[in-house]
């Protein structure tokens, strides 16, 4: 057991230091954010810009919306699609010379630096403020870093689980515990990352023994917590927080062992029509009073070295982030998912 | 000349609705790149796909879980359409009328509504008929997560294709072979199972063919019921295989070809069947089918009929209003479902809050319209050549038509993507790129329908315009044109409720000016929400029924005014 925590702290080390920015959180008020006139006059001469996203439909809506609030003028068209499609979307488009894209924002960093050279060259003003090791290509920006939780039912479960390790325990055996595929997309694969580099190598066999219920995507799953098909999950905290906030019967912790978190990867399209008012709006949203926003009033977490907030119930002295290595993430990826569906008898 | 110009021109138009893209399809079988992306020279063409995906086992299970949920869903089909064909054209049950447009419901139904529906209702934990059952004491628990369940929703909302064949074919039946069976001593079932459904057996084996076709394609219903227990068929695998990241097109594309060569196979049976046999019983003289005297017996047909339509109509649907209605689906017991404070407008407000919605229901609505207007035109064309004239090239002009049966929407969606986003133009990104989707997928179902009220119209009308010196074209507008505008406007109608629910191939070729309800309402889906989705769901219904109903009485009229048909 020593063994094992101290393994896990010199990975935590060894996380790029994200938690030790965390640690350090010092409660900046999220400066609002002021773009240059000239860019503003731009972008409202452009008026409207197309957003694709792997994000949620409702999630993102609520992002659109508070944009709107400061910058009306601005028509933001989204196309939502999961990420398999997302990508064999943008990848056609672009062959076809079609790429029709202002932003394109994507859950899968792999993926989308392969996409790198459809790209145009763009860093936030603030560019210097994020963490190195959530960027993968100076084109691509960490517009939403979402962070993992455990959720459950509390009409259900009246022992509730306190750490990821209490999620192999028998006592949450047969289907009340459900879990999000592996193959799912970046979130999915990044907590798995997680599972067996730092809780244990055999953490996804243990797991796997308690027969949890399989989930195709996190916010289907949030959802049947919510109905009780099942007591506990694992979520990704954006898509379970708001439905709390609404008096849903459930309650959501962070994990003492780690919360891994997910940066996307968000960039503006050398063939974009409006590239001022993309421009516009990723600035705002990586800016601390956007990132502030997706913490505040949607859960997530953030790239900024300095977080201007913490989402509730999230203490950087006992929660410490976790960030997947770059290369790993790249490399481990077809052969470690075959083994979890493997170990989780899903089939593929 | 003119005829052979004629010819080619539908062939023509035929080869870049349906055989270009196929062809894509196909390429996509045999390369692991994608043609656009990779270029075409670039492409490895070989089997070795093809072969991989037929030894993987779990395209077996895939295919297996497929051929039983689709042969179980069609036996239900059967039992039940068969009943309700007989209880409405051949006996006295009362209410008939209501019972036959009530039972055709569930067709405008989109599947995944039914499925989001039925899981409400019948989920082992949290289903509202288990909580009914918990708080009536009662020990049993239904759980249609399982491969009974999706039977058991196959069943009931595909029981409408059965019915349809057989009503049509119980309505056409000669009486009095029956009535020779009862004269030589056969009681009412010898009579029913020796006589009745023998000769109307081409009928209930076409009716049972389409509607396992038609299972067979489905997404929606096995999506929500079979997720939860882990149960693959085709289609969800498929889709699965296409939301992956990375996804894998060339193995979703060569599980496509197998689901394509299981249909193609039943396609060419159904038409075997229904040329092999004719129905005799269809004489040049007049006569009105019998209906059978149930005396008091007729209570219970009708009780019968009640019970479907709650299961098939009023349950589902109450299930919707709790789940759009309730602020949480958690419901602890019998008497929270009652509390009116976990009510109100929430979901509603949170569905039309999102300008999305709106947008998604104009697009449907002007993609639905241009695909009945575009689909209506080019289906009388081929449906009027086909059976009509003896242009050259007509039977392979039938055979190409009707061959998009057999394509899955979600595989051919990306085909349509590959095939057409290269074209010169802004065609990519619009809604013709949509309706012309919907309109090459469908042409076979519009074509049917509208061959049979063709078919309905004697030559001699068309003879007798032609001796009074008409054209073709003067007769096809003066003569056809009129006396099947019933048929035309149910064609259409068809046409325009199939491609508003049309989910699989609008996925890849929608934008963001074009967003579609059936996208939309995928999304709230995978978004998590069940409850928005119940309300758009809701709101779909509502918009659906009130166009059927206009469209009805478009119809009627049309039927009122049109006399002087023959044969």
Known sequence: MKRMLMSRRQVMASAVGIGAAAITRRSVAAQPFTPSAGLVEAARKEGKMIYYTASFTEVEQEVINAFNKRFPFVRVEMVRASGGQLITRVKTEAAAGKLVADVVDHSDRGLMKALEHLFQDYAPPNASDYLPSALVSPRLWPRLTPGWSIAYNTELVKNPPKTWMDLTKPEYAKGQIGQVIGPSGGTTWTRIMFERQVLAEDYWKRQAATKPALYPSGAPLSDALVRGEVSIAPLIYNAILPKKRDGAPVEIFFPPEGVPIVPYATGIPKTSANPNAARLFLDWSLSPEGQAFTIKDQGNLTSLKEPPFNPEGFDPKVAKVWVPDFKQFVELHDKWLEEWNTVYGYRQ | ?567
Not at chain 2, 413 to 425: M, N, R, T
Not at chain 2, 493 to 516: D, P, W
Request: glycine share 10%; hydrophobic share 55%; net charge positive.
């Open chain 2, 1 to 567: 000349m003119v005829v052979w110009l004629w010819s080619a021109l539908l062939l023509a138009i035929l080869t870049f609705l349906v055989i270009y893209p196929t062809g894509m399809l196909l390429l996509g079988t045999l390369t692991d790149s994608n043609p656009v992306t990779d270029g075409y020279q670039n492409m490895h063409l070989s089997l070795g796909n093809f072969a991989t995906v037929l030894a993987n086992p779990n395209v077996h299970a895939a295919l297996g879980n497929s051929l039983l949920a689709c042969t179980g869903g069609t036996v239900v089909a059967v039992v039940i359409g068969l009943a309700f064909a007989w209880i409405v054209v051949r006996t006295n049950t009362p209410w008939k009328g209501f019972i036959a447009s009530a039972g055709m419901l569930p067709l405008f139904v989109p599947p995944l509504v039914a499925g989001v529906a039925w899981a409400i209702l019948g989920s082992p934990k949290t289903g509202l008929i288990n909580t009914m059952l918990a708080r009536m004491g009662i020990e049993a628990r239904v759980n249609l997560y399982s491969m009974a369940g999706i039977i058991f929703v196959f069943g009931m909302y595909y029981a409408p294709y059965v019915y349809m064949f057989t009503a049509a074919a119980l309505r056409n039946m000669d009486p009095s072979l029956e009535e020779a069976a009862e004269i030589s001593g056969a009681g009412p079932v010898r009579t029913l199972l020796t006589i009745t459904f023998p000769l109307i057996a081409p009928a209930i084996i076409s009716g049972m063919l389409l509607s396992f076709v038609v299972m067979l394609g489905i997404y929606g219903i096995p999506a929500v019921l079979g997720a939860p227990a882990d149960i693959p068929v085709l289609t969800t695998y498929i889709f699965a295989l296409t939301s992956w990241a990375p996804p894998r097109y060339s193995t979703a594309a060569a599980v496509a070809m197998i689901l394509m060569v299981v249909t193609g196979i039943l396609v060419v049976l159904q038409q075997k069947v229904l040329s092999g046999r004719s129905f005799t019983t269809v004489a040049g003289k007049a006569f009105r089918p019998r209906s059978l005297n149930l005396g008091p017996w007729r209570f219970l047909t009708l009780g019968l009929a009640f019970v479907y339509l709650i299961i098939v109509v009023v349950l589902p649907t109450l299930a919707l209003l709790v789940a759009a209605f309730r602020k949480f689906l958690f419901i602890r017991d019998f008497a929270s479902l009652f509390d009116g404070k976990q009510y109100g407008l929430m979901h509603f407000q949170r569905l039309f809050a999102n300008p999305a919605t709106v947008n998604s229901i104009i697009n449907t609505m002007k993609v639905g319209v241009i695909t009945a207007l575009i689909g209506g035109v080019l289906a009388f064309a081929i449906g009027y050549t086909v059976n009509r004239t003896q242009a050259p090239a007509r039977r392979a002009i039938d055979v190409i038509a009707t061959a998009p049966v057999a394509i899955p929407g979600l595989v051919i969606g990306v085909a349509y993507l590959w095939a057409w986003i290269g074209l010169p133009g802004g065609f990519y990104g619009t809604i013709w790129i949509l309706a012309l989707a919907f309109v090459a997928r469908f042409l076979p179902d519009t074509i049917k329908a509208l061959s049979t009220s063709l078919m309905q119209i004697h030559r001699e009308l068309e003879e007798a315009a032609w001796i009074c010196g008409r054209g073709v074209l003067s007769t096809i507008v003066t003569i056809m044109l009129p006396l099947a505008r019933p048929g035309v406007v149910a064609a259409m109608t068809l046409l325009f409720v199939l491609a508003i629910r049309e989910l699989g191939s609008s996925l890849f070729l929608y934008s963001s000016s074009t967003m579609v309800m059936a996208v939309q309402l995928l999304g709230y889906y995978e978004g998590g929400n069940i409850s928005v989705t119940a309300a758009f769901s809701l709101v779909q219904m509502v918009i659906l029924g009130a166009l059927i109903g206009v469209a009805h009485w478009l119809s009627r009229g049309a039927a009122d005014g049109g006399v002087g048909r023959s044969g």
